[in-house]
């Protein structure tokens, strides 16, 4: 099976997590993709296949050197974001991309004009949705980016390499994949989530994460009899909304900016509920604004009264820099592997999380490698074959060159 096809089969099921399940996996349909790799897994010969009762599976595929390697792993997420409906994806390829506009169905249409990052695609093979869904490269790209090369490593037994770990977990998308992941079975020194987007990216820094819900309580009376009795709960929502700063919001910054992202609002007079994330690189910045929200809350209730807006807060993950950086070697060996597979390292901050970043906090360095696909979440995202098979050649390398260097 080549990786295409491996990548198309995986796209084929719906595995969106939900943020209003208290469940894991968050959504009953995430188990059916586990499933099929767990069987997958042991078809191509893997050791050690482990699917636990939360939906991570776990796979080996074993030392072939007496040398003594360090053990390290490769992780990427099995479900799809919330955001955009992943149920019966229809992929296609654009064989040897133009530049043009691309029709993806009756009126949308992603464009070159819009997304100028399709032009460092020309002349490559685009798979693309029919414009109802996302696509779903995020991240069974990186998915099937990791078997395909294990199995290439099988293959080519005079590739020399150490213990090789495999980990997919769910819910990742809604910032709980390493909630449950166990690292200490898992049992590597190091490891790479293969989540990333444009060719040649390695990140070893990202936002410090947090998840705000605001549940505001009005006073709901007849409107004919309103006068200094009724407060209304959808009102109160959007003037909450207006005292942050409008200008720090994702559609205002870039790089290292944080932001205040309303994702959720629902209400009516009675009752009316806001669900925020909260980003900033700097820890300290990061703190601030969280203090910035509570703030605004209190400033809502002193005004309407006590209790009027509650607010629940909760810190999601934290920038795995400070526990990269005194490993930064194992940056090293992905600049090297990107570089032999014949593309130029490009080392940045995410603007975004990654499982990559709790589990460096839970004890295991894991920094972020590319899988190649764009434009996540949404019905314009698409990925290069090509991307699939540089981001399969990048894992075969970190895992000769660690194997090398030790």
Request: with cysteine; hydrophobic share 35%.
């Amino acid at each position: 099976m080549t990786i295409t096809e491996r990548f198309l089969k995986y796209v084929s099921f719906d595995t969106q997590s939900s943020e209003d399940s208290a469940t894991t996996p968050s959504t009953e349909k995430q188990w059916a993709l586990a499933r099929y790799l767990e069987q997958e897994l042991k078809d191509l010969g893997f050791a050690d296949v482990e699917l636990d009762a939360n939906g991570y599976l776990y796979a080996t595929l074993p030392s072939n050197t007496d040398k003594k390697v360090p053990t390290i792993g490769f992780i990427a997420h099995m479900d799809t974001s919330p955001d955009c409906s992943g149920k019966d994806v229809k992929p296609r390829i654009i064989d040897n991309y133009d530049g043009t506009d691309i029709v993806l169905n009756d009126g949308i249409v992603t464009s070159p004009k819009k997304f100028p990052e399709l032009l460092d695609h020309v002349g490559e093979d685009l798979i693309v949705t029919d414009g109802t869904t996302l696509l779903g490269a995020d991240d069974k790209a990186g998915i099937a980016e990791i078997i395909t090369a294990c199995v290439w490593l099988m293959e080519h037994p005079e590739v020399k390499h150490g213990k090789i770990r495999v980990g997919f977990n769910p819910d990742e998308e809604i910032g709980m994949g390493a909630s449950k992941f166990n690292v200490e079975k898992f049992g590597c020194e190091f490891a790479y989530t293969m989540d990333g987007s444009e060719v040649g990216e390695i990140e070893f820094e990202n936002f410090n994460a947090a998840a705000a819900k605001i549940s505001i309580t009005g006073c709901s009376v007849h409107p004919g009899y309103a006068k200094d009795k009724m407060i209304n709960a959808g009102l109160v929502a959007t003037e909450l909304v207006g005292m942050l700063p409008r200008q720090e919001t994702p559609e205002h910054t870039e790089g290292y900016e944080g932001f205040f992202h309303l994702i959720g609002m629902n209400g009516n007079c009675e009752k009316a509920s806001l669900s925020f994330i909260i980003r900033d690189h700097d820890r300290q910045q990061f703190e601030e604004r969280k203090v910035r929200m509570q703030n605004v809350v209190n400033a809502i209730n002193q005004k309407y009264g006590d209790g009027v807006a509650v607010l629940e807060l909760r810190d999601q993950y934290y920038n795995m820099r400070e526990k990269v950086e005194p490993m930064m070697y194992i940056i090293d060996i992905a600049t090297q592997a990107i570089r032999e597979a014949g593309m130029v390292p490009k080392i940045k901050a995410i603007r975004g999380g990654t499982d990559g970043a709790q589990l460096s906090f839970k004890g295991l360095p894991c920094p972020n490698i590319f899988a190649g696909g764009l434009n996540f979440h949404g019905p314009h995202e698409f990925c290069p074959v090509q991307s699939l098979e540089k981001a399969m050649h990048t894992v075969i390398n970190i895992a000769r060159i660690a194997a090398e260097r030790s």
